[in-house]
């Protein structure tokens, strides 16, 4: 186990830069996720961790040893890849012995590494096939057991789960959080999916340009955005951003305080009801556009009076809304993220609005 340290990284491919100044400590046992959309870095950081790709600035230390000169096999990690990267003609169990044979590990060793790991990931059975006799789920799960049998120093994934279906993606995102719980091996996971970063994480580094937008657990994350990027990427359905003139030709009552600077008020689809709440709140008038039954609960997409902005709810069950139907919806003014569109970062950083949803 090790932690890992990321210092002042950076990638230029030429003259363009990939990374652009990064730096992040995963602490032993950790399981940390960078996510953001394609082309923000993620995969040419953890790269860079692995020895895949050669660092332009900075320097990275694993287990405190700076690794910036070490070969990818010298590092102590292991690497699990979307596409397994088995080899074909071997059976489970070859697979599985191969790099510890090539270090030369003991027989008796390697034995006792795969008997764990086959028990551990139950493919105790399928020793003896070849990856080709197996599903996509089975060989996803060979190919962690031979980043286990290894017992790294630290587990790195580059979205090991995206050429899987959605339900067996939903199944290996469990049971991967499962098996890092129980080895408690420093990980880092790349995903371009806010959900399965949400739901793995101990901590998010949200990733925008090369850059980090945030560093947090996912709750903190989720509750408090820093940045009207990472508002907008994290949280489905999206959080609904409304410029405060908007707001306030759709508010009956306009005795909205803002912090200083606000001009954008980011609202969660459950911070939006179609009954009044007990708690402070803003009365905006809608037209409804369109209700989308999503199974207990539904989607319900209105326009605000005044504009053309439309919002969006999460309601409970189906309600029986009319198409066009003139209603009040009510923005609980607890749950509003205050931001400023010039900088792209919230405007309550003082903490005196929205205090209810620091994180704890
Ligand atoms: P992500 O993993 O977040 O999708 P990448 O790390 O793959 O992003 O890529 C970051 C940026 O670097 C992108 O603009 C991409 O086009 C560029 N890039 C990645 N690999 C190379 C390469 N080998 N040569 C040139 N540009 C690259």
Redesign the pocket.
């Known amino acids: 186990m090790a932690t890992i340290n990321i210092i002042d990284v950076k990638?230029n491919?030429?003259a363009?830069p990939?990374?652009k100044g990064i730096n992040l400590s995963v602490a032993d046992g950790e399981l940390i996720v960078?996510v953001?959309?394609?082309?923000?870095?993620?995969?040419?950081?953890?790269?860079m961790i692995a020895g895949l790709?050669t660092i332009s600035e900075g320097h990275v230390e694993i287990a405190g040893r700076n690794v910036n000169k070490a070969e990818p096999a010298d590092r102590d990690i292991a690497m699990v890849f979307q596409n397994y990267a088995l080899y074909p003609h071997m059976t489970v169990r070859g697979n599985l012995e191969y790099g510890l044979k090539n270090r030369g590990t003991e027989r008796a060793e390697i034995n006792r590494r795969v008997a764990e790991a086959a028990e551990i990931l139950e493919i105790g059975p399928m020793l003896d096939r070849k990856p080709r006799e197996l599903s996509g789920g089975q060989r996803q799960r060979v190919a962690m057991g031979r980043a286990i049998v290894r017992e790294p120093a630290a587990f790195l994934f580059d979205?090991p789960l995206s050429n899987l279906d959605a339900k067996l993606r939903v199944q290996m995102r469990v049971e991967i959080r499962r098996l890092q719980r129980r080895l408690r091996t420093t990980s880092i996971y790349?995903t371009?999916d806010q959900l399965e970063a949400m739901t793995l994480a101990d901590r998010l580094v949200v990733?925008n340009g090369?850059l980090v937008e945030q560093v947090g657990t996912p709750v903190a994350v989720y509750d408090r955005p820093a940045s009207l990027f990472v508002a907008s990427f994290i949280g489905s359905p999206p959080m609904n951003l409304v410029p405060i003139d908007v707001l306030r030709a759709a508010d009956s009552a306009s005795a909205l305080a803002l912090p200083a600077d606000t001009d954008m008020v980011g609202l969660r689809p459950d911070a939006l009801l179609v009954t009044k709440p007990v708690e402070p709140f803003v009365r905006l008038n809608a037209t409804v556009e369109l209700l989308e039954p999503i199974g207990g609960e539904s989607h319900l997409h209105v326009r605000l009076r005044g504009s053309q902005q439309t919002v969006v709810l999460t309601v409970p069950g189906r309600p029986d809304f009319a198409e066009n139907a003139n209603i009040d919806v009510f923005a609980r003014v607890g749950a509003m993220h205050p931001f400023n569109s010039d900088t792209g970062k919230r405007t309550d950083d003082s903490g005196f609005f929205n205090s209810s949803s620091r994180p704890r």
């Open positions: 990638k491919y030429g363009v990939a990374v960078l953001g959309p394609s082309g923000c870095g993620k995969s040419t950081l953890l790269r790709e979205e790349v371009h990733m090369g």
